[in-house]
C-alpha cells in the first residue's frame, strides 16, 4: 500500500493542530482533516472570544483541577506542561497575559491571533489541511489503522491515524461526537457522555426575579438529601455566579456542573448561597444590628441596601416571610435571625443541566483504560491515536481544559511521528 501521508489527523481544533505542529516539526507529513470551513471553530469561541490558552499555576493545582482521570494525564502533563504552552504561543509570536487566577490570555483578547498562530504553524511545518472534508471511516487491517475514508468515498492511506475530533459540546462547531463512533467502530469503549461546565436550571422562580445579577466573592455548595434527612456534600467552591431567567451560571456554578451532573434525576440536588462567606452568622447579626441602630426608623426593605444587591431584596424578604415595610426598630431578634438564615443560606433546588448547546465540554469519551497514556496510542488498534476532548478527561473551568488538548495533542504528534517516516 503506498501511504500518502506518514499521519492523518481528524479534526482541526486545538488538539489536532497541535499534534500537526508537533509531528510536522519531526520532518514527517502531515495532514489534517476538517469537515468545516476554516480550523479551530470552537477555540474562536471560548473565553467568550479572548480563548483561556493555559492557566499559570503550579503543577499541583494543574493536576488538582482535573475532574476525570487525573492520572492519565501525568505523562502527557509533564512533556508538555502549561508553561511549554505559554513559550509555544509566545516563540510563535502571540504576546500573552495572565489575569485573575492565573488565567492566561492573549494581550490581545482576540481568539482569532490563537486559531491565526496554529494555522501559520501548520503551514511553516508543511502540514496539510483539507477543509469541508467529512470522515466517514477509519481505515483498519491486521496492523492497525491504515488512513481514513471520506464521506465521498476517497480514501487517504497513512501510517498513523490521531483521532482529535473533539467531543459533542458547541455542536454548531462540528463536534457532533462522530469521534465516538469512529472508536466504537474500531473496538474501543466510550464512557457515558454528558454536558460538562454548562449552566443549571433552577425549579424555582427566584432567580428570574433576580435575572442579569452577578454576584463576586460568594461561596456555593451543591448537595443531596439522603433518606435520613441529611445533606451530602458533592462540591463546595468561593468566587463568582450569576443568576438568569432560566436558573443560575457563572463559574462556580459551571465547575459545579462537572460534580454534581451525574446525581441530578435520581436524587433531589441543591444549591446553597452563602452571600456572605467572609462573615459568620453571628458577625452577619451584630453588623445588621448596627446598621438598623443607625437608621432605626426606616422600613426594612429599604435598610438591607448596605448589604445585599437590589434585585436580592425582595426574594430574601418573600423567603423569611418577613413584612419589608416594617420599620427596623420593630423586627424582632427571630426576625433578624431568619434574615441571617437566608443571607447565608438561600436554597435553590436544581432541575437539570442546560443542553448541549451551552455545554463548554463533554463528560467522558473514549476509555482511558484502552489508551497508552504515556504515547496516547490506543492499546487495541495500533497506530490509532487519540488527543483531546474525545478522551475521557476533563477539567474545571480556567483554561485547563485547553490544556489538556494541548499536551495529549503534543503527546500523540511526537509518538506518532516516532518512526512514522520510515515504516508502511
Not at 99 to 111: L, N
Request: glycine residues 10%; hydrophobic residues 35%.
Amino acid at each position: 500500500m503506498k501511504k500518502d501521508y506518514d499521519i492523518v489527523i481528524v479534526g482541526a481544533g486545538a488538539a489536532g493542530m497541535m499534534a500537526a505542529i508537533t509531528a510536522g516539526r519531526l520532518g514527517v507529513k502531515v495532514c489534517i482533516v476538517e469537515k468545516n470551513e476554516k480550523p479551530g471553530k470552537k477555540i474562536y469561541i471560548t473565553g467568550k472570544g479572548r480563548c483561556n490558552i493555559t492557566n499559570a499555576c503550579d503543577t499541583e493545582q494543574l493536576f488538582n483541577s482535573i475532574v476525570s482521570n487525573k492520572k492519565f494525564m501525568y505523562s502527557s502533563f509533564y512533556a508538555f506542561t502549561n508553561y511549554d504552552v505559554i513559550d509555544f504561543f509566545e516563540t510563535a509570536g502571540l504576546r500573552t497575559k495572565t489575569e485573575r487566577g492565573e488565567r492566561v490570555f492573549p494581550v490581545s483578547d482576540k481568539s482569532s491571533d490563537v486559531i491565526r498562530t496554529l494555522w501559520n504553524e501548520c503551514r511553516k511545518n508543511q502540514v496539510d489541511i483539507l477543509f469541508q472534508s467529512k470522515v466517514r471511516d477509519i481505515m483498519t487491517d491486521k496492523n492497525g489503522a491504515r488512513g481514513v475514508r471520506l464521506s465521498d468515498g476517497r480514501e487517504i492511506n497513512a501510517g498513523k491515524v490521531i483521532l482529535a475530533t473533539g467531543g459533542m459540546s458547541y455542536q454548531s462547531t462540528g463536534s457532533d461526537g462522530d469521534g465516538y463512533r469512529f472508536a466504537t467502530r474500531t473496538g474501543h469503549e466510550i464512557k457515558e457522555c454528558m454536558q460538562g461546565l454548562v449552566p443549571m436550571n433552577i425549579s424555582d422562580g427566584a432567580p428570574e426575579k433576580m435575572q442579569g445579577l452577578s454576584m463576586k466573592n460568594v461561596e456555593m455548595s451543591f448537595y443531596i438529601k439522603k433518606k435520613d434527612g441529611r445533606k451530602k456534600e458533592l462540591y463546595r467552591e468561593f468566587g463568582e455566579m450569576m443568576f438568569t431567567h432560566f436558573g443560575i451560571t457563572g463559574p462556580i456554578v459551571l465547575s459545579a456542573s462537572c460534580y454534581v451532573g451525574k446525581y441530578i434525576g435520581e436524587h433531589r440536588v441543591y444549591a446553597e448561597l452563602d452571600c456572605k462567606p467572609a462573615l459568620t452568622k453571628e458577625k452577619l447579626h451584630k453588623r445588621i444590628v448596627r446598621d438598623f441602630e443607625a437608621n432605626p426608623n426606616v422600613s426594612l426593605k429599604n435598610s438591607l441596601g448596605a448589604l445585599l444587591p437590589k434585585s436580592m431584596i425582595p426574594v430574601v424578604l418573600e423567603r423569611t416571610g418577613v413584612d419589608g415595610t416594617t420599620a427596623v426598630n420593630q423586627i424582632t431578634r427571630e426576625e433578624r435571625e431568619r434574615l441571617v438564615d437566608m443571607i447565608k443560606g438561600m436554597v435553590f433546588p436544581v432541575k437539570s443541566l442546560r443542553g448541549w448547546n451551552e455545554a463548554i465540554i463533554t463528560r467522558g469519551g473514549v476509555s482511558v483504560k484502552q489508551i497508552n497514556p504515556s504515547t496516547m496510542e490506543s492499546k487495541i488498534v495500533k497506530n490509532l491515536y487519540f488527543a483531546g476532548e474525545v478522551i475521557d478527561v476533563d477539567a474545571l473551568t480556567g483554561g485547563f481544559n485547553l490544556q489538556i488538548a494541548w499536551s495529549t495533542g503534543h503527546l500523540a504528534g511526537e509518538s506518532a511521528a516516532q518512526g512514522a517516516g520510515s515504516d508502511g
